[in-house]
């Protein structure tokens, strides 16, 4: 597709299940991102992949996450043991780029997101 | 401390109106690039206009339009002709280089409505 796709667009899962996001990142785009976005904040950074290389997972907040790009393009978040604080907006975004080059075409394009509710 | 901060938690303005959204921003590196997204009740983050820390030049696109002042580190989106499908969350977003594939750090947001 044209855009960042995601799925589920909603989860519902029971404290203690394990879930998985799925992202469809724009076709191309060597640089991908996951951010986490509680209510009424702003997106935070989970973790940074380059191709199948995930470079930095420095934003991952406990070792329930976890996350993986095989193929280079599909990713998934995967969060084990749910608890009601990882209830968040998980936002997939990518950029064509790989260099912070500061021009408006690396920009980075965002998914509509994945809503987790942890009950 | 804070890389960018956005004060102002909401604002109102009437439709047609010209409004402006605070941002400033915290970095010592000489390269970066300030990006604003709308956030709609939808949950998509887009795109609205970005500016480079070279920039000679204020960011325009259609009715937005980047206040950018590096001096003040501060880098205000102006929204034209404000328009009911304007209501939304913006947010303020920063980008430094040296990082190489560095990622955008964002404010808190501002939640824009704009009423008829």
């Known amino acids: 597709g044209a855009g960042v796709s995601q799925s589920p667009r909603y989860k519902v899962a029971k404290r203690g299940q394990d879930v998985a996001l799925r992202c469809d990142p724009i076709?191309?785009?060597?640089?991908l991102f996951w951010y986490q976005q509680a209510l009424g904040q702003g997106p935070e950074f989970l973790t940074y992949?380059?191709?199948?290389?995930?470079?930095?997972k420095s934003g991952l907040p406990s070792d329930r996450f976890f996350a993986e790009r095989p193929e280079g393009s599909v990713s998934t978040l995967k969060i084990q043991r749910t608890q009601q604080e990882d209830s968040a907006v998980y936002l997939c975004a990518s950029s064509l780029a790989v260099s912070a080059g500061l021009r408006s075409g690396n920009t980075i394009y965002f998914g509509e997101g994945s809503w987790l509710t942890v009950v | 401390a804070q890389k960018i901060t956005q004060t102002q938690p909401g604002m109102f303005v009437q439709e047609k109106e010209a409004v402006t959204l605070d941002c400033t921003y915290d970095?010592?590196?000489?390269?970066?690039?300030l990006f604003w997204y709308k956030q709609p009740s939808s949950g998509e983050m887009i795109f609205l206009i970005y500016q480079g820390s070279y920039d000679q030049q204020n960011a325009t696109e259609g009715r937005y339009s980047l206040n950018f002042q590096k001096a003040r580190k501060s880098a205000n989106l102006v929204i034209s002709a404000s328009q009911l499908g304007d209501s939304a969350m913006y947010f303020c977003?920063?980008?430094?280089?040296?990082?190489?594939?560095?990622?955008?750090?964002f404010g808190k947001g501002t939640m824009l409505l704009v009423s008829p």
């Open positions: 076709s191309g785009h060597v640089s």
């Open positions: 992949f380059q191709n199948e290389a995930q470079l930095d």
């Open positions: 970095t010592s590196d000489p390269s970066y690039g």
């Open positions: 977003a920063m980008r430094e280089v040296p990082s190489g594939y560095s990622t955008l750090t």
